[in-house]
T-cell receptor, first 110, second 114 residues
Framework: GQNIDQPTEMTATEGAIVQINCTYQ??????LFWYQQHAGEAPTFLSY????GLEEKGRFSSFLSRSKGYSYLLLKELQMKDSASYLC???????????FGAGTRLAVHP | DTAVSQTPKYLVTQMGNDKSIKCEQN?????MYWYKQDSKKFLKIMFS???????INETVPNRFSPKSPDKAHLNLHINSLELGDSAVYFC?????????????FGPGTRLTVT
């Protein structure tokens, strides 16, 4: 079957670093996505990993290990505006069909 | 410039009614999607069209019928609305159906069935 897990909630301090983990199980896999969703708004794309390793994009980095079914999103120099839900999703092997996790709600405190 | 737009933004209706949600994208994308996000915030794919052709049709009640008059539009019609249909419905588009193409989401339509 297909399954994707991530923590429900996390808190962190402004200026700190936070890592949001995601584990998945699937028979078909075409890549791992991270999306950001502020409350009441649409999800917006953050990153895409299809090969093992780390992809860095400004303050955000995303890591993938296909053999372990594991990914993480690393947010550095946290800002208050980073308070949002972070959705992990994998493409299950065709037609850009994304399977989303329930999301991790991150609260950044001063 | 609005990339992916949906109307209406809010929709309150009674059980048994029929309603439609419209979606338009001006990005020139070939692929469009409908997602449902329930109260627990799970975002689930419902349908996907590529160049007006249905390519993803998840296990969704047949009361839900998508229609794509052209590749810039994907509408969702819902018959005989039920309480459990209450959710936020997001339209999205991508350049193509390949996994590497990011999806751009519309602002969502909050449907409340009473």
């Amino acid at each position: 079957g297909q399954n994707i897990d991530q923590p429900t909630e996390m808190t962190a301090t402004e200026g700190a670093i936070v890592q949001i983990n995601c584990t998945y199980q699937t028979s078909g896999f075409n890549g791992l996505f991270w999306y950001q969703q502020h409350a009441g708004e649409a999800p917006t794309f953050l990153s895409y990993n299809v090969l093992d390793g780390l992809e860095e994009k400004g303050r955000f980095s995303s890591f993938l290990s296909r053999s372990k079914g594991y990914s993480y999103l690393l947010l550095k120099e946290l800002q208050m505006k980073d308070s949002a839900s972070y959705l992990c999703a994998f493409d299950s092997g065709g037609y850009n069909k994304l399977i989303f996790g329930a999301g991790t709600r991150l609260a950044v405190h001063p | 410039d609005t990339a992916v737009s949906q109307t209406p933004k809010y929709l309150v209706t009674q059980m048994g009614n029929d309603k439609s949600i419209k979606c338009e994208q001006n990005l020139g994308h070939d692929t469009m999607y409908w997602y449902k996000q329930d109260s627990k915030k799970f975002l689930k794919i419902m349908f996907s069209y590529n160049n007006k052709e249905l390519i993803i049709n998840e296990t969704v009640p047949n009361r839900f019928s998508p229609k794509s008059p052209d590749k810039a539009h994907l509408n969702l019609h819902i018959n005989s609305l039920e309480l459990g249909d209450s959710a936020v419905y997001f339209c999205a588009s991508s350049q193509g159906e390949d996994a590497s193409y990011e999806q751009y989401f519309g602002p969502g339509t909050r449907l409340t069935v009473t």
